[in-house]
Nanobody, 123 residues
Framework: VQLQASGGGLVQAGGSLRLSCAAS????????MGWFRQAPGKEREFVAA????????NYANSVEGRFTISRDNAKNTVYLQMNSLKPEDTAAYYC?????????????????WGQGTQVTVSS
C-alpha cells in the first residue's frame, strides 16, 4: 500500500491543522493506521493510532486531548486533527500502516510508511 501524507504547514501556537493520509494500492481497512513524528535531532515518536474499525484509538500523552485521529475506510484515508498546537509539536509527521489486529505504538512494527509532511508551530 502506498501512503501520501499532506496538510502540513506553518501555524501559530494555539492554532490548528488537519493532516490527511491517502492510501492507494490496497484498502486500509485491513490495517491499523498510525501517525508518528520526528523533530530534528530526535528519534521518531508515536503520536496516535487507530484500530481497523476506527473504534479504538491510542494517543501519546503529549497530544492527548489536543489531537484526534480518525479514518474513513471508504475514502481510504486517515486524518489527524491537531488543535491547540504548541511549538514542541514542530516536526515532520508520518503516517504508517500496520498489518495487525491490535494497536501498536512501536514504529518498527509498521509495514508501510508515507513521506513526511512538515508541521511548524511558531511561538
Amino acid at each position: 500500500v502506498q501512503l501520501q501524507a499532506s496538510g502540513g504547514g506553518l501555524v501559530q501556537a494555539g492554532g490548528s491543522l488537519r493532516l490527511s493520509c491517502a492510501a492507494s494500492g490496497r484498502t486500509i481497512s485491513s490495517y491499523v493506521m498510525g501517525w508518528f513524528r520526528q523533530a530534528p535531532g530526535k528519534e521518531r515518536e508515536f503520536v496516535a493510532a487507530i484500530s481497523r474499525s476506527g473504534e479504538l484509538r491510542n494517543y501519546a500523552n503529549s497530544v492527548e486531548g489536543r489531537f484526534t485521529i480518525s479514518r474513513d475506510n471508504a475514502k481510504n484515508t486517515v486524518y489527524l486533527q491537531m488543535n491547540s498546537l504548541k511549538p514542541e509539536d514542530t516536526a515532520a509527521y508520518y503516517c504508517a500502516a500496520d498489518l495487525s489486529v491490535v494497536i501498536r505504538e512501536d514504529s518498527s512494527t509498521y509495514d508501510f510508511w508515507g513521506q513526511g509532511t512538515q508541521v511548524t508551530v511558531s511561538s
